[in-house]
């Protein structure tokens, strides 16, 4: 499954990373939506779920976020929904670690 998140706020370091395999931390935005893929090897084992997904959160809940290898990239968002099938679009698009 697929969880839709509206970005909060972030830390200035994710605008600062350079290193090619975490460019995508440059593109954050506060307002944008970012749509997080759950996938098996993140789920725990009794409850096939992504820690951090929201599942109890409610829309007004703020919830924090860090970016794995830069753990100074790191911010808030809010759940928007969670999505059964997931359509990530390409771009700002993010699997729970």
């Known amino acids: ?3 839709e998140f509206r970005t909060e706020s972030l830390s200035p370091h994710c605008a600062l990373e350079t ?3 975490a460019r995508w931390m440059q593109y954050l ?6 749509c997080v893929a ?3 090897p993140a789920m725990s084992t009794g409850t096939q779920r992504c820690s951090g997904d929201g599942h109890n959160a409610h829309r007004d809940k703020i919830l ?4 794995i290898g830069n753990s100074q990239c ?3 968002w809010k759940k928007i929904r969670q999505l059964e099938r997931c359509s990530c679009p390409l771009v700002h698009s993010f699997i729970f670690t």
Do not use: I, K
Not at 64 to 67: F, I, L, P, Y
């Open 1 to 3: 499954y697929c969880v």
């Open 19 to 21: 290193r090619p395999y």
């Open 29 to 34: 935005r506060e307002g944008h939506t970012v």
């Open 38 to 40: 759950c996938q098996p």
């Open 64 to 67: 924090h976020w860090e970016a």
């Open 74 to 76: 790191q911010g808030t």
